[in-house]
């Protein structure tokens, strides 16, 4: 007599389980790389920035330069919300791969347009000084893209009316200084019918 031929059986669950966690495991894991991925670019970049900034003249401030009150901490031992972050973990890592830049001041530096194309990759800048530049109309193109700006000097530059197109977007703005420009009391007003919570300071050039 022949024996019987025994029914397959299905795969237990637990094997199941662990295919799927595999699976899983490298969706996170790839995500997770990606991730990282983007951070250290954006990092570089800001990095870059900073180093043609300073090679300018100029120099700028990070977010962990400032304590959660808004005071200048010496130590930059602060993250962007104020928390304490010991100095040697940022030495350790590089501080543009912990923090943003907030503040450029290149008043008086070797700047002309080209340079700005640096500014692009500072989204996060809220105050900008280019006063006693060579920046022109055509240079303020690269700063469209900073929206979060509050404060911003552009006071005996080579920027007139047409220019101003591209100050419009930056809603957040607070100050503006445009002294010592050629910037017209028409064109001033415009701008500022644009942007009606900004406090603009025009002195038109002699």
């Known amino acids: 007599m022949m024996a ?115 500014l692009q990759a500072l989204t996060k800048l809220t105050a900008l000084d280019l006063s006693g530049t060579r920046v022109t109309d055509a240079g303020l193109e690269y700063l469209r893209g900073l929206t979060r700006l509050r404060f911003l000097d552009l006071s005996d530059t080579r920027v007139t009316n047409d220019g101003l197109k591209h100050l419009q977007g930056m809603t957040r703005l607070e100050t503006l200084w445009l002294d010592g420009t050629q910037v017209t009391n028409e064109g001033a007003e415009q701008l500022q019918a644009a942007l009606p919570d900004c406090e603009i300071s025009h002195w038109p050039y002699d």
């Open 4 to 118: 019987e031929t025994p029914e397959p059986t299905e795969p237990k669950p637990k094997r199941r389980w662990y295919q799927y966690s595999l699976r899983s495991l490298f969706l996170v894991t790839l995500a997770l790389a990606l991730w990282l991925g983007w951070i250290c670019h954006k990092a570089n970049q800001q990095k870059k920035a900073v180093e043609a900034i300073r090679g300018l003249g100029g120099g700028v401030y990070y977010d962990c330069d400032f304590d959660a009150n808004g005071h200048f901490d010496t130590n930059g031992e602060f993250d962007a919300k104020g928390h304490e972050r010991p100095a040697w973990f940022r030495n350790l890592v590089g501080v543009d791969f912990l923090a943003s830049v907030n503040e450029a001041w290149l008043d008086d530096a070797r700047v002309s347009d080209a340079e700005l194309e640096h």
